[in-house]
């Protein structure tokens, strides 16, 4: 488990993956690309002010709606290192521990711009602006293990060996 | 003595061979795992790297997201589907023309049963909890991983009990009940968990209903929403289910998480504003001006529902400024409302009627939203600009309010339709 900073962007409540990516750009010739499309329509143009390793806070129910894996992948490719909610909607989740989109889930009150740690191994989330602290349950040994074996493909390659 | 279990405990136990209790994380074998054109080429690549033989028996591939293919990328999408089940000679494969909308053909061919664990790349996958299955929505790589290995982890849900008692009066049903319950829970309400209904109105409530409050059970958070099997899930299924099947019902000392109790009788028409699934009231006086009514989806778009709309717009006509789009939700749904002559009740109405595709539901094709439009819809998510335009506004509904709204222009039940 990793310790990741950088830049807030902050979100409210149920934000779903119709705003994280539109289902209009759901097609294969996107895959590489999706980061282009995050919250088009909710939020235009913050696909290019995003830097690598920017972190998204946000309020209860983040991920509902649509299965889409499209969602963590194009947070990933747009260069979110973690995304710290109140609470996950269950698909989203399952898909971010999936494929290495780091998730916290913890109430944080850190302003959008505030510059966030957040350390996997101690459980500590820190605001670096408000000098704030706060602090999150370890995930499950089963999802741990997961993590640590790269995700749930890194873990079924080793099985079929 | 010994702890009861719900019925998703009691099918995870099974697939798992464990004596899984909610909380526990566990491993179990998935009886079908099912993708669409949209989440299957994430899929199909990921598996592809696997390189090894698929659970093919396992696996069902239908396109419904946006076939008829909507533009060159959506055509290069469904040929990979095409290709994926022809390179692994996966049978079942639902070409345009043999199937539709995924969640009907997975009920329509016999693959849903209850008992079973299914998962689908598609969130509505829990739908077949209407006939007693665990079923349950994942990602493409999650589908990745059954189609190699047939297994899959879950996280064993808590419960929240449903009790119904009474039965639906007037034109209430089953899209009322779920928008009902989320009204009152929110739209994460049952973030992480499993509705389970129970109690004397369970009997009074048919099959298709059950399966719209069960496909809707994702749009309050929950992970599966499953109905106990009774006489009318056995007479349901028993011309087209695959195989054997075994019920499985839930311990009398089970636990649950919550309790929550509807008479149905007290159930009227329903319909849920903008920009969430849990902005549900009655639809009774509302009067929103609509642009478009759309009767179809997943959700409402089996023919009790067409028949209901037809029974309501029959030797009326759509109303002046609005269009009417009505989409079966599959072919023999299609075939079905052919036979029954709805067709023509429809066609007369002024209605336009498609072939069976999820289409403008997720803001696809068929019918999407421009800048400031309404729409009043039988399908089950109405965020931001869902069917079109981020300035363009979804009301959900069932059949009745929407086949009515068609005919007045505006948000109304069918007792306000002027004659």
């Known amino acids: 488990m990793k310790q990741v900073s950088g830049k807030v962007w902050r979100f409210g409540d149920h934000v779903d993956t119709d705003q994280i990516i539109p289902a209009e750009r759901l097609v294969s010739e996107n895959l590489e690309r999706l980061n282009e499309f995050i919250f088009e329509k909710v939020r235009p143009g913050i696909s290019s002010e995003i830097s690598k390793g920017d972190i998204i806070v946000a309020g209860r129910n983040f991920g509902c709606g649509s299965s889409r894996e499209h969602a963590p992948r194009s947070l990933m490719q747009a260069g979110i290192s973690c995304v710290v909610a109140e609470s996950f909607a269950r698909i989203f989740f399952r898909n971010s521990i999936n494929i290495g989109l780091l998730l916290v889930e913890c109430k944080v009150d850190s302003k959008e711009g505030n510059m966030i740690t957040v350390d996997h191994n101690s459980g500590k989330i820190t605001d670096e602006n408000d000098k704030k602290e706060y602090s999150f349950p370890q995930y499950p040994e089963f999802i741990v293990s997961l993590i640590s074996k790269g995700g749930l493909m890194a873990k079924i390659k080793g099985e079929l060996k | ?419």
Request: glycine letters at 12%.
């Open chain 2, 1 to 419: 003595m010994k702890m009861g279990k719900t019925i998703s405990e009691k099918i995870l136990s099974i697939r798992s061979g464990t004596d899984a209790y909610a909380g526990q994380i566990i491993e179990a074998d998935v009886d079908y795992v099912m993708v669409n054109d949209v989440t299957g080429p994430i899929a199909f690549r990921e598996f592809n790297e696997l390189k090894t033989e698929p659970k093919r028996e396992k696996i069902v591939l239908i396109p419904d997201h946006y076939v008829p293919n909507k533009d060159i990328a959506s055509a290069e999408q469904a040929k990979e589907m095409r290709e994926f089940a022809k390179q692994h000679d996966i049978k079942n494969y639902y070409e345009v023309g043999k199937g539709g909308v995924c969640h009907q053909v997975m009920v329509e061919e016999g693959f849903a049963a209850p008992g079973r664990l299914i998962v689908g790349a598609d969130s509505h996958t829990c739908t077949y909890g209407g006939i007693g299955a665990f079923s349950t929505g994942i990602g493409s790589t999650e589908a990745a991983a059954v189609f190699a290995t047939g297994r899959l982890w879950f996280k064993v849900p808590e419960t929240i009990k449903v009790e119904l008692t009474g039965s639906f009066s007037g034109y209430a049903g089953g899209k009322d009940l779920i928008l009902k319950i989320i009204a009152d829970i929110g739209v994460d309400g049952a973030a992480y968990k499993a509705f389970e209904f129970s109690g004397p109105g369970v009997k009074n409530v048919s099959v298709p209903d059950r399966l719209v409050v069960a496909n809707m059970a994702i749009e309050a958070g929950g992970k599966a929403g499953i109905f106990p099997c009774d006489d009318l899930t056995v007479e349901y299924i028993k011309d087209t289910v695959i195989g054997d099947y075994t019920a499985v019902y839930a311990d009398e000392n089970a636990e649950y998480s919550q309790i929550l109790k509807y008479d149905l009788s007290e159930l009227e028409p329903m319909v849920a504003y903008p920009h969430l699934p849990e902005n549900g009231r009655p639809a009774k006086g509302s009067g929103v001006r609509i642009d478009q009514a759309y009767l179809g989806s997943c959700t409402n778009g089996r023919i009790e529902d067409m028949r209901i709309a037809a029974g309501i717009i029959k030797g009326k006509k759509v109303a002046d400024g609005v269009r009417f789009l009505v989409v079966p939700a599959s072919q023999k749904v299609y075939r079905q409302m052919l036979d029954e002559g709805l067709m023509h009740i429809f066609v007369d109405a002024g209605a336009f009627i498609s072939g069976p595709t999820c289409g403008a539901c997720l803001g696809g094709h068929m019918g999407i939203l421009a800048n400031g439009e309404r729409a009043v819809a039988s399908t089950n998510r109405n965020f931001i600009g869902r069917m079109g335009h981020k300035g363009s506004e979804v009301y959900l509904a069932g059949p009745a309010v929407v086949a009515a709204s068609a005919v007045s222009g505006y948000i109304c039940v069918p007792e306000e339709v002027r004659k």
